[in-house]
C-alpha cells in the first residue's frame, strides 16, 4: 500500500495538465483503478485482515482523491496566471493621436454668412455648376455677342463637331440660380445662393474657380435703400465691426439697373489684410436693382414686382476676415495652410453662439 501511495501521489505531483491528470486519476481511484481491484481483493481476506485492510485503502483513496483536488486546482490557477500575464494591457499608455481635419475657411464662411442671411428672412437656393446659355446669359440679359461675354472669361464646354447648339458653360457666376429661383417659387422672394463659380484667371486675388454667394430680394416695394440696410447690416454682424465703412460706386451690369459695387475699407500691412482701417479698397460685390428683363425671363411680372440682387466673393470676405493674403493658397490643399487657417470642425457659427471663434 506504501508503494501505491507513493506512486500515485509522485504521479500527481508530476503532471503537468488536466489531460494527464484525469489519466491518474482514472488509474488510481476510477472504477476499473487500482485501488478499487484492491477493494476487491478485501473479500478473499479474513476478517481480521480486513479490518485492517479495509480503513488502509479508504483512508489511502481519500489520501489520493484529495491531492487530486488539490492538483487540479494548483493547475488552474496556472492557467489563469499565464492567461492574465499574456493578455495583459497598460491601461496608462497615452492613446495614438488621430489626425483631426479643419474646416477650410470657405466653408466656414459660407456658414457664416448663411447664418446672418437666414437670421434676415433669406433661404438658400442652388443651381448646378454646369449651366447652359440661357441661365448663365440670356436670361440675365446678356443675349448673345454683348460685350459682357467677354468681360466675364467664360470657360466653354466642349461641343461634337457640326453641333451648333451654342456650349454649355462652367457658370461665371451664380447670378443664373437668381432666374431658377425665381422660375421655382415666383415671387415674393427672399433667397441666397452660395456655390463654386469659374473665370479663366489668375493672381494673387483671382483663382479659375472661385466661390460666390448671391442674393435676391423681390417684393412689391423693395427699393434700393433696402439693399443698402442689408448689406451694412451683413457686413458689421460679419466682420463684427459696428459701422464699418463701406463705398458704393455707381457701376453696371446687364442684369441690374440702376447697379452699385461695393467695396470694403482695408489696408496691407506688411502683407497682413485688414479691415475697417487704412485707405485702401477691396471690392466686395457687385449688385443693383434687377432689371425688368430679368424678371420676365424668370417668369416673374416686372409692373407687379421689384427688387434687389447682389453677387458677393465669398473668399474675398474670407480673406479680408481672417487676414489671408493671397487667395490662390486656398485651393493648395497644403496642410500647413489648412492647419493654420482651417476651424475646429465642433465650432459651428451661429449667430447666438458667436460666428467664430
Ligand atoms: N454676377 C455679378 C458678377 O459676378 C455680380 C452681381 C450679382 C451684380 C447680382 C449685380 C447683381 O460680377
Known amino acids: 500500500m506504501d508503494d501505491l501511495r507513493q506512486k500515485y501521489l509522485e504521479a500527481v505531483a508530476s503532471v503537468t495538465d488536466e489531460a494527464a491528470l484525469e489519466d491518474v486519476r482514472l488509474a488510481a481511484v476510477g472504477k476499473k483503478g487500482e485501488i478499487a481491484l484492491k477493494m476487491r481483493e478485501l473479500g478473499k481476506m479474513t476478517p481480521e485482515e480486513r479490518q485492517v485492510a479495509g480503513p488502509a485503502l479508504n483512508a489511502l483513496k481519500d489520501e489520493i482523491n484529495s491531492a487530486l483536488a488539490a492538483k487540479k486546482e494548483a493547475l488552474a490557477d496556472a492557467a489563469l496566471d499565464a492567461r492574465l500575464s499574456e493578455e495583459w494591457l497598460d491601461v496608462t499608455l497615452p492613446a495614438r493621436g488621430r489626425p483631426q481635419g479643419t474646416i477650410h475657411p470657405v466653408s466656414q464662411v459660407t456658414e457664416e454668412v448663411v447664418a446672418i442671411f437666414a437670421d434676415m428672412g433669406f433661404a438658400v437656393a442652388e443651381g448646378p455648376q454646369i449651366e ?29 463637331e457640326g453641333d451648333n447648339r451654342p456650349p454649355h458653360v462652367l457658370r461665371t457666376h451664380t447670378s443664373p440660380v437668381q432666374i431658377r429661383a425665381m422660375e421655382k417659387t415666383g415671387a415674393p422672394i427672399r433667397v441666397i445662393a452660395p456655390g463654386r463659380v469659374y473665370r479663366s484667371d489668375y493672381d494673387q486675388t483671382h483663382t479659375p474657380m472661385f466661390h460666390q454667394i448671391e442674393g435676391l430680394a423681390i417684393g412689391k416695394d423693395i427699393s434700393m435703400a433696402n439693399l443698402k440696410w442689408v448689406l451694412e447690416e451683413f457686413f458689421s454682424a460679419f ?19 440702376p447697379s452699385a459695387e461695393v467695396d470694403i475699407q482695408c489696408s496691407w500691412v506688411d502683407g497682413q489684410l485688414r479691415i475697417g482701417e487704412g485707405d485702401g479698397w477691396m471690392e466686395v460685390l457687385g449688385s443693383g436693382m434687377v432689371h425688368p428683363k430679368v424678371l420676365e425671363a424668370a417668369g416673374v411680372d416686372p409692373e407687379a414686382w421689384q427688387g434687389f440682387a447682389f453677387g458677393m466673393g465669398i473668399d474675398r470676405i474670407a480673406m479680408l476676415k481672417y487676414g489671408i493674403p493671397d487667395l490662390r493658397a486656398f485651393f493648395e490643399s497644403d496642410l500647413r495652410w489648412l492647419r493654420h487657417y482651417g476651424f475646429s470642425a465642433l465650432d459651428m457659427p451661429t449667430l447666438a453662439g458667436g460666428l467664430s471663434r
Open 132 to 160: 447652359n446659355d440661357f441661365y448663365n446669359f440670356d436670361a440675365l440679359n446678356i443675349p448673345p455677342h454683348h460685350p459682357a461675354r467677354q468681360e466675364f472669361d467664360t470657360f466653354y464646354m466642349h461641343r461634337d
Open 239 to 257: 466682420f463684427e465691426i459696428d459701422g464699418i465703412k463701406t463705398r458704393f460706386r455707381a457701376s453696371h451690369f446687364p442684369f441690374t439697373e
